[in-house]
């Protein structure tokens, strides 16, 4: 009796802290200012870029990414070897323990192959992020132009955002 | 021991002081690699289509020409550069802008057509234009510039290929001579420069 009465009360804990301390990747992650490039009318490509917040102290990964918005999402990033900007498909995007992890143009990207319509600026776009455990995280990016350092400075990019 | 610490202090914090005011990699490495004329590719002629008819690089002389290669299905480095040009392109008044033209070489004529490359131009800026020609040729005029690139089949992507690519900015001046490289993503202002300057010269 007494060892039953024992192994109830272990399981009851352990289901306990376990509600308590697992918590899920979608859960511990926070997406900061996701965006997706707009790009040239008639483009069928683009990419989505964002700043991943690891808030646990359990590393986490991006193992998949979808939307309707395109015929395929992939998971892609730009390595340059060889003086030559190479683009290759990953499986996964790590997030370190209390850590961050950046998309960014010249390096990792959600890509989106195959559009099945134009980028419209400022159009709130639809992803879902898939993590390790299975846990899924909806998330809703502008289209807008990319500015990168150097580009809000002077008159041109008033001048810029006309077309 | 007691009388070394303080030295060691000391040779520290000046150690510190020298490479704060003194060492600047990026900077200097920066500058001996894209301005030095010595080290450049001989760039040169070449004769390609655009959607309007033939384009030579001799149709541009009085003009600065900045030549960059890519192909339009890249989703991200290209349309960095291409933008950064852009950019520069609408910081120029009237005046400046005639004497400027942008040349975007595809590599990828497989997949980029007249239409296609004339559409995607012209997006980033009415004073780019996009042309091409036969593999062979681009290949050529690739060499010559000092540009590498090469088609990358993807088993398992919906991209079928990729082209890897190198995503430097070729500064032409209005006497049909390569004079400078930009690296990848050169800011705005970096391009200002380098058109002001040949302008003048």
Known sequence: ??????????????????????????????????????VPPGQSVSACFMSIKNSSATAHAIVKASSDISKVVELHTHTHE?????????EKMDIPANGETTLQPGGLHIMLIGLHNELKLDQKVSITLEFEDGSK???????????????MKGKGMMNGMKH | ?????????????????????YWQPDSTTHK???????????????????????VSLKDFRGKVVLVYFGYTMCPDICPTNLSMMSNAFS???????????????????????????????H?????????????????????????????????DSATNYVVDHSSETYVIN?????VARLPHAAPPQEILDAVRKNIKN
Not at chain 2, 126 to 154: C, K, L
Request: with cysteine; aromatic share 8%.
């Open chain 1, 1 to 38: 009796m007494k060892t039953i009465l024992s192994l109830v009360l272990v399981s009851a804990l352990s289901l306990f802290s376990a509600a308590i301390f697992a918590a899920t990747a979608a859960d511990s992650l926070t997406i900061v200012d996701p965006y997706v490039r707009a």
């Open chain 1, 82 to 90: 060889n003086g030559m900007m190479m683009m290759r498909q990953v």
């Open chain 1, 137 to 151: 995280k909806e998330i809703s990016a502008p289209v807008r132009k990319i500015m990168m350092k150097g580009m």
């Open chain 2, 1 to 21: 021991m007691k009388k070394t610490f303080p030295i060691i202090i000391v040779l520290l914090i000046v150690a510190c002081a020298y490479m704060l005011f």
């Open chain 2, 32 to 54: 001996t690699i894209f301005s030095s004329s010595a080290t450049l590719p001989e760039g040169g002629e070449f004769n390609l289509q655009s959607l309007a008819g033939p």
């Open chain 2, 91 to 121: 910081q120029m008044d009237e005046k400046e802008l005639e004497k400027v033209q942008g040349i975007f070489i595809s590599v990828d004529p497989q997949r980029d057509t007249m239409e296609r490359l004339a559409e995607y131009t």
């Open chain 2, 123 to 155: 997006y980033f800026h009415p004073s780019i234009m996009g042309i091409s020609g036969q593999a062979d040729v681009i290949r050529e005029i690739a060499d010559r510039y000092g540009a590498a690139y090469q088609m990358v089949v993807q088993k």
């Open chain 2, 174 to 178: 209005p006497q049909g001579k390569l």
